[in-house]
C-alpha cells in the first residue's frame, strides 16, 4: 500500500512536517539520519518557496508599474539578485 503525501505548499507546511519529525525523533520512532534528511529537505523547500513568493511578488509589481522604470533598474536588480541567492 502506497501512502499518499500531501503536497508542500506554504511555510506552514513545513512547520507540521518538521513539528511531526521532530517528535518522532524523540520519541525514536525515527532515526536521526532520516530526521536530519527531512530536515535539509524542509530548510530547501522554505527557500523554494521564498525565491517563488518573491517571483510573484515582482511580477505583480511589474505589472502594475508598467513600462515607468526599465527592467535593469537598481531596486528589480537587488530584488532578482536576492532570489538568486535564495535559491542557492
Known amino acids: 500500500m502506497q501512502r499518499k503525501h500531501k503536497k508542500i ?3 506552514n507546511h513545513i ?4 513539528s511531526t519529525t521532530i517528535n518522532m525523533l524523540l520519541n525514536d520512532e525515527m532515526d536521526s539520519q532520516t530526521a536530519n ?3 535539509t529537505l524542509c530548510s530547501t523547500m522554505l527557500k523554494v518557496l521564498r525565491a517563488s513568493n518573491l517571483e510573484e511578488r515582482i511580477k505583480r509589481l511589474e505589472e ?3 513600462s ?3 527592467s535593469g533598474s ?4 537587488d530584488i532578482r539578485n536576492m532570489i538568486k541567492e535564495l535559491k542557492n
Open 37 to 39: 534528511s527531512i530536515a
Open 68 to 70: 515607468k522604470q526599465p
Open 9 to 11: 505548499t506554504n511555510s
Open 15 to 18: 512547520r507540521q512536517i518538521m
Open 74 to 77: 537598481p531596486v528589480t536588480s
Open 64 to 66: 502594475l508599474e508598467g
